[in-house]
């Protein structure tokens, strides 16, 4: 049988994406540390053209994992759209600083 996170992920290639968010939503729910279904779910807010919805979510996952490079790749593209982009340097000069083995 396959887990919400991967059907989410099936749906979400289907173009599903109200399905697809339900199921990231359901991960979430049972488990609120999961950085994968928070970004996921970022990513289809992104699609639906919600991005202040996108970016929150994004955040949520690198709250999660301040390394999740998947996670910090979205929320960088989208703050770029929104002309932010310096928000996440700013973030990665705090994490490299705090830790310069990350880069």
Known sequence: MINKLEEGKFLFAEG???????????VIEEDS??????????VVAYKMNNLEKAVDY????????????????????ILSILDCSHLVESYLDEITEFDPQFN
């Open 58 to 77: 994004f955040a949520r996952s690198l709250k999660e994992d301040p390394y999740f490079e998947e996670a910090i790749v979205n929320l960088f593209d």
């Open 33 to 42: 540390k999961n950085k994968e279904a928070y970004n996921n779910v970022g």
């Open 16 to 26: 599903k994406l109200e399905e697809a968010e339900s199921c990231f939503l359901s």
